[in-house]
């Protein structure tokens, strides 16, 4: 049998933040008979008008299948495009990058949510002057809890104008202050659910100093998640929800780069093995 080479890409400013995890996955696929190589995102070429040797680096040939952890749905594309193996799909790497569209799909399956709104910069403060405040601002690309911001007012809100990104997600405050859960799929699977939170934020991601704790669904909470996955294919993805003041569940956001530490902090739980059988399965 020969030996599948997939790459695994990142940005290069991911890579050393990432180490652990990467080392993970690069041994679990090791153990299931495949290499895998860390392939910084800016060193790829992409020979867009070959038939073959699509994906090169320093001359090496194309890989044999491709996990994307660099937040650029575009390279998912053009991999389908050219039937190399990506993981995550184009279509839910699109979704969990954009959370504008996420929103947009996931409200079609009638999943709970707050009320949200695509509003641009340039007339947030000045066409927008009847959005009752306080109110969240998100990035729709932004990740790790950066690019949101807590809007008290119109006017202080107005300070901070240049640091907002041009493109916005609107939405009112809402849900169990600084509490979130994150449920883990793999394969469309449920692998485990992590609840997360901060007592001095609004925001309770990991890498921002929240807490966390593994959680057990619900059997409707595990409905609603299903609802999403049986919606659409993920490979391996992490969905965050908000939680209301009667407990229930509203969706957040998607990521396909979802970051993993709060589960191997909180159980003995190994997704990347999880993930790379997977994978194997995948491509055999």
């Not at 093995?273 to 491509?283: G, H, K, Q």
């Amino acid at each position: 049998m020969t030996l599948k080479i997939g790459w695994v890409v990142y940005r290069k400013k991911d890579i050393i933040r990432n180490d652990r995890f990467i080392g993970f996955v690069k041994d679990a696929a090791q153990s299931f008979g495949m290499t895998l190589v860390v392939v910084p995102y800016e060193e790829i070429q992409v020979n867009v008008s070959s038939v073959d040797n699509i994906f090169t680096r320093n001359g090496e040939k194309t890989p044999d299948f491709i996990i994307n952890r660099s937040v650029s749905p575009w390279l998912n594309e053009v991999a389908e495009v050219k039937n190399i193996p990506c993981f995550n799909s184009a279509y839910v790497a699109r979704i969990a990058n954009d959370k504008r569209l996420a929103h947009a799909v996931i409200s079609s399956l009638g999943i709970p949510m707050l009320t949200s709104k695509t509003i641009h910069s340039s007339a947030l403060f000045y066409h927008h002057n009847h959005l009752p405040t306080p109110f969240i601002l998100k990035d729709p690309q932004g990740r790790g809890g950066t690019g949101v911001k807590y809007i008290e007012s119109l006017e202080k809100g107005k300070l901070m104008s240049s640091m907002l990104s041009e493109e916005l997600l609107y939405q009112p405050v809402g849900g169990k202050k600084g509490q979130d859960l994150r449920v883990y799929l793999v394969g469309n699977e449920i692998v485990a659910a992590v609840l997360r939170e901060s007592a001095t934020d609004f925001r309770a991601n990991i890498s921002i100093g929240g807490s966390s704790r593994l959680y057990t669904l619900t059997e409707e909470e595990t409905k609603i998640v299903n609802r999403i996955s049986d919606s659409m294919h993920m490979d391996f993805v992490g969905i965050d929800f908000l939680i209301d003041h009667n407990g229930r569940l509203l969706f957040n956001e998607m990521e396909d780069a979802v970051g993993c530490r709060s589960l191997y902090m909180n159980s003995s739980i190994n997704i990347a093995s999880i993930f790379m059988e997977y994978v194997a399965e995948s491509i055999s």
